[in-house]
């Protein structure tokens, strides 16, 4: 359908815009891909930049999601269909519009195909489905944060709050707005993330993971060779 491949097409291009890379080399005169992990997201510019430039980075990569998965999924040039099986098609497109931005991030065409992980991004696509269940899941995600300093270990236990929260609204309350597709979608994406974050994970569990040394801009930034 003319109407869905638009959709990816330009969600993908969204998706790509390098905001940690940009912010880095105009705001800070460096490349992010060459300090800390070598990552080109807003983990790394936490970690390298200090908190000034990991909020922007974070709200280019949550605006790329939510532009792509609750404006551009309604473009309309043909008809769709009224539903795939027991999911809403509505629903479905928001979520092929935000799968094609959160590949466009992690492998950037204005970035030599070298991007982030993608959790932010995900976390504004799922934002424009079913923002109830943001707001909590970014509540979770603010605590670990400020409690233990580890973006990976708030990443992470955002990615896995979120499923939890859309099955207990879901099939506890019985938010009827709340399609069944999401729920099979957040729990890939926490398993795709999860995936992408193995060597963090690792960190963690044998205490080499790398803290955020300060909430101040500035701080951080040592080179290439950081294990972060």
Do not use: C
């Not at 040039?77 to 629903?91: H, Q, R, V, Y």
């Not at 489905?129 to 300093?149: E, K």
């Amino acid at each position: 359908m003319l109407s869905v491949a638009i959709i990816i097409v330009i969600s993908y291009f969204i998706g790509s815009i390098p905001g940690s890379v940009w912010i880095s080399k105009h705001l800070y005169g460096i490349d992010i891909r060459l300090h800390g992990s070598g990552n080109a997201g807003a983990t790394n510019a936490f970690r390298v930049l200090g908190w000034k430039a990991g909020l922007l980075a974070t709200v280019v990569d949550l605006g790329k999601g939510l532009f792509a998965a609750g404006i551009v999924a309604t473009i309309r040039i043909d008809a769709l269909p009224p539903g795939l099986g027991f999911w809403e098609a509505s629903s479905v497109l928001m979520l092929m519009a935000g799968v094609a931005a959160i590949v466009g991030h992690m492998f950037p065409i204005w970035a030599g195909f070298k991007g982030g992980k993608g959790v932010n991004t995900a976390a504004g696509v799922l934002f424009a489905i079913t923002p109830v269940t943001m707001v909590i899941t970014i509540g979770i995600f603010a605590v670990v944060l400020f409690s233990s300093r580890y973006v990976s270990l708030a990443s992470l236990s955002a990615v896995a709050a979120f499923p939890s929260t859309v099955a207990i609204r879901k099939y506890l309350f019985h938010v009827d707005s709340i399609d069944a597709s999401i729920l099979f979608f957040s729990i890939f994406m926490a398993l795709t993330i999860f995936l992408a974050h193995r060597t963090n994970i690792y960190r963690l569990l044998n205490g080499s993971e790398k803290r955020v040394r300060s909430f101040r801009p500035g701080l951080g930034i040592r080179g290439r060779q950081d294990p972060t």
